[in-house]
């Protein structure tokens, strides 16, 4: 087991804010209101897994993830990554681990990425050979040649996100904590990056932990979902099983035809549309997809037949609209 939390909590002390004057005589009295953020989560990350850790913005993603790099301490409960406290294990776990802040940066924002890179170097002592073997790959298949040399607060984003990317890889942490790494990124620049994490986890067996809004990069990337909302994990299990969650269904598209005069009404399986030539059916099980066809080519001819799965940007929309969460693994 890589990761493995148990129980874990975190508090925050909240203050009023009706005025500056009231807000400063609660934190100097230590008084104001504890909200906890996370409540009793425990999860356990296996070696080159690429987990999706889902939710609604406040649902305590970030929170999370601050715990397991070590950013903040838990309120209650324990960690383990890669058997260390990453708390009381700082500079060890550091070592392990690399962090990408979507909407923050670690790059020196007047120098070039070159001097970045290599300053990230010298302070994980990353040996010069690893790191220009390295650098050079990545820069290749991140196609970053033209603006290595260029300072950081004139690159585009697309540029300056590439370079947080291998900026957070440098020193060759087993573990990968992403926050929004996509975040206004054009399709371009977002492709090449979602290419590349995949190709890290895949071929480097590299363990990712990715929160995102974009739903084209849990999509395209994770193969595990873990649902959070309100602090509380409320689904953890493979991503084609999401649809479990709501009361969507596949659609059957076939088609058609017809080879008779018969009418729809007479089918054992009446179509939810018609469209043209085009039958549309909705399937909760495709078990019952060879009993359809078989119904359906007494009366026409099937020309073409299509499956489409339930898109999961519908299901976590509806799952975060209603709060109906039906599965906890």
């Not at 573990?175 to 071929?203: C, S, V, W």
């Amino acid at each position: 087991m890589l990761i493995e939390a148990k129980h874990l909590e975190r508090d925050f002390t909240v203050y009023n804010q009706r005025s500056s004057f009231h807000m400063l005589h609660q934190m100097l009295r230590r008084k104001g209101e504890k909200r906890k953020v996370v409540k009793d989560i425990s999860l356990k990350i296996d070696e080159g897994e690429f987990v999706g850790y889902l939710g609604p913005n406040g649902a305590g993603k970030s929170t999370t993830i601050k715990m397991l790099s070590g950013v903040l301490s838990p309120s209650a409960g324990s960690i383990q990554v890669m058997g260390l406290d990453p708390v009381k294990d700082r500079k060890k776990h550091a070592k392990n681990i690399g962090v990408l802040y979507g909407q923050r940066t670690q790059l020196w924002w007047d120098l070039p990425l070159m001097d970045s890179f290599q300053l990230l170097t010298s302070i994980y002592q990353v040996p010069e050979r690893l790191f220009k073997q390295r650098l050079n790959q990545f820069i290749e298949m991140l196609e970053m040649e033209n603006f290595l040399y260029t300072p950081v607060r004139k690159l585009s984003l697309g540029q300056r996100m590439k370079g947080e990317v291998v900026a957070t890889l440098i020193h060759n942490p087993k573990i990968i904590f992403l926050d929004e790494p996509t975040i206004g990124l054009d399709i371009l620049a977002k492709k090449r990056i979602q290419k590349f994490l995949k190709y890290l986890n895949e071929e480097h067996n590299t363990t990712i932990l990715l929160t995102s809004h974009n739903i084209d990069d849990v999509d395209q990337l994770c193969k595990r979902i873990i649902l959070i909302d309100n602090g509380e994990i409320k689904f953890d299990g493979p991503k084609d099983k999401l649809s479990e969650l709501t009361n969507s269904e596949k659609t059957l598209a076939v088609e058609v035809e017809p080879l008779h005069s018969d009418t729809i009404s007479t089918f054992a399986f009446k179509p939810a549309e018609v469209s043209g030539n085009t039958l549309y059916f909705h399937i909760a099980d495709d078990a019952d997809v060879p009993e359809m066809i078989t119904n359906l080519s007494k009366h026409y001819n099937i020309l073409k037949i299509e499956i489409s799965e339930v898109d999961i940007e519908k299901i976590l929309e509806e799952v975060y609209t209603s709060k109906q969460y039906k599965i906890v693994n």
